[in-house]
């Protein structure tokens, strides 16, 4: 099993410090660089996942690759300079370089399946986000088609679901309706492509930022952190489903009774492994690589 990186100290202006990207001024761009850090309930666990940063920073740079059709994102390839020459060791595969976005303060959530806070709050409403469904879906069902669900982007805690006349409110009309057709159009084309490798996107969330004028796609995309992944097989509605992501360790949190609180409590060996082979294998599936170990 890979050395984790928990934290890095690079001779670098820091920009921010993330729950699990460490952000570096960097000639007037950013230089984001994935750790192994992982939360769960909002809360940063102190147990790293071996492999997790690089699978997040590859996985991102794969889908901003293939996603530059529908909406610009903030990559730029920029050289690094030779100062960090010592650090290439643990920069390697972890790191991306990206301009300065204005970001916008919504998570643009959509939900392909109807799981976690959205059966939650289906089954209290009848519906998510303010959109009505169905009745008698079950936990797992595949929605008649995607919804967006925005909610609202929070430095610390929780997010907060809103309905899209409240992001309205926050970023204006014509802003929103552009975010919500990116969103879709982005979900549309990456679930299709994953399901034929085998990965059910059960839902996703997305960042974008206001750069030149113009809204692109910034952060993240795609990856384990930030989605849902589901083994196509073994799909089953009405029950829990097995995942390729960080399920897997919030399953364990919630059977040992943890509050949610910090501190967090360190993950075991079988957990840690399991959570890192989880990650690679969507990492595998998705890219058809196996360049990271």
């Not at 060791?89 to 959530?109: D, H, N, Q, S």
């Not at 709050?121 to 303010?130: A, L």
């Not at 990965?199 to 113009?214: L, M, Q």
């Not at 995942?243 to 409590?265: C, G, H, M, T």
């Amino acid at each position: 099993m890979e050395y984790a990186i928990f934290s890095t100290e690079l001779p670098l202006p820091l920009f921010k410090r993330g729950k699990v990207r460490d952000i570096y001024e960097l000639d007037g761009h950013l230089l984001f660089i994935a750790t192994d850090r992982i939360s769960a309930f909002d809360v940063v666990l102190p147990t790293p996942i071996p492999y997790k940063g690089k699978v997040l920073n590859a996985l991102s740079l794969f889908w901003f690759q293939f996603l530059k059709d529908i909406i610009p994102n903030h990559i730029r390839s920029i050289p690094l300079p030779s100062q960090l020459d010592p650090y290439k060791p643990i920069l390697e595969k972890r790191y991306m370089v990206g301009v300065k976005a204005e970001p916008i303060p919504i998570e643009c959530v959509v939900r392909g399946y109807l799981f976690g806070s959205a059966w939650k709050e289906y089954r209290e409403k009848g519906g998510v986000g303010g959109i009505k469904l169905s009745p008698n879906l079950k936990l797992a069902e595949k929605l008649p088609s995607p919804i967006f669900t925005p909610s609202t982007k929070a430095e610390t805690g929780h997010d907060i679901n809103i309905t899209i006349e409240e992001m309205e409110k926050i970023v204006g009309k014509e802003a929103a309706e552009f975010l919500i057709s990116k969103s879709l159009a982005i979900y549309e084309k990456a679930s299709a492509y994953a399901e034929e490798r085998g990965i059910i996107i059960a839902d996703t969330k997305f960042e974008f930022g206001w750069h030149e004028g113009e809204i692109i796609l910034i952060d993240e995309v795609l990856t384990p952190d930030s989605s849902r992944f589901w083994d196509a097989e073994l799909y089953e509605r009405g029950k829990n489903q097995p995942s390729f992501d960080k399920q897997f360790v919030r399953d364990y949190l919630e059977s040992i009774n943890w509050d949610k609180k910090p501190p967090a409590p360190p993950l075991p060996k079988e957990v840690v492994e399991g959570t890192s082979q989880r990650y690679l294998t969507a990492y595998r599936r998705l890219t058809g690589k196996d360049d990271l170990l």
